[in-house]
T-cell receptor, first 113, second 114 residues
Framework: EADIYQTPRYLVIGTGKKITLECSQT?????MYWYQQDPGMELHLIHY???????EKGDLSSESTVSRIRTEHFPLTLESARPSHTSQYLC????????????FGDGTRLSIL | GENVEQHPSTLSVQEGDSAVIKCTYS??????FPWYKQELGKGPQLIID?????GEKKDQRIAVTLNKTAKHFSLHITETQPEDSAVYFC?????????????FGQGTTLQVKP
């Protein structure tokens, strides 16, 4: 069982609020990822990180930002939430020289009113 | 960059039958192909993976085959059970591999009818 945790699991919040989604892993993985997914649909990579102080934008444009100050922690922030941000956000990590498989958290289901 | 196509988008089988999901990829340099199972309300879970130096891998009722020449790989589930019902995603690692990025297929919703 992979040790990667996301909080909160569910968040319903009003438009204009600042939101931070938390992701932590205890496996010492150097690489971490954020995906956006509508339920049961394709996974879209929005951010990834090779390691501490490294962040890159993914294949899907997103208004969110990320930071990687510690190896185990990769939070995602929305400065001003909008209804179009309503979705599920999945965090993943991978490690080793050839990266290995990605291990996923259970996601945060975000609803912006 | 890499592109992955997955078929079918939905699959319904009777309990005990076999299920096959197919994926094609575009970049011949891709060398790692995992399969994930996603149950309702959960994140994707790795169920099996294969590297480009082998053609087939089995784990109990699950097997994956890889045809590098044709650039396609398939998931085979035998003796399906209702608990196999889920969304399944294939993926290919985006070359050269040091980023660890995976390119996912569109997903297949598998329904196993009791």
């Amino acid at each position: 069982e992979a040790d990667i945790y996301q909080t909160p699991r569910y968040l319903v919040i009003g438009t204009g609020k600042k939101i931070t989604l938390e992701c932590s892993q205890t496996m010492g993985h150097d690489k971490m990822y954020w995906y956006q997914q509508d339920p049961g649909m394709e996974l879209h990579l929005i951010h990834y990180s090779y390691g501490v102080n490294s962040t890159e934008k993914g294949d899907l444009s997103s208004e969110s930002t990320v930071s990687r100050i510690r190896t185990e922690h990769f939070p995602l922030t929305l400065e001003s939430a909008r209804p179009s941000h309503t979705s599920q956000y999945l965090c993943a990590s991978s490690g080793g020289q050839d990266s290995g498989p990605q291990h996923f958290g259970d996601g945060t289901r975000l609803s912006i009113l | 960059g890499e592109n992955v196509e997955q078929h079918p988008s939905t699959l319904s089988v009777q309990e005990g039958d076999s299920a096959v999901i197919k994926c094609t990829y575009s970049d011949s340099a891709s060398n790692y192909f995992p399969w994930y199972k996603q149950e309702l309300g959960k994140g994707p879970q790795l169920i099996i993976d294969i590297r480009s130096n082998v053609g087939e891998k089995k784990d109990q009722r699950i097997a994956v085959t890889l045809n590098k020449t044709a650039k396609h790989f398939s998931l085979h589930i035998t003796e399906t059970q209702p608990e196999d019902s889920a969304v399944y995603f294939c993926a290919a690692r985006d070359p050269p591999g040091n980023t660890g990025k995976l390119i996912f297929g569109q997903g297949t919703t598998l329904q196993v009818k009791p």
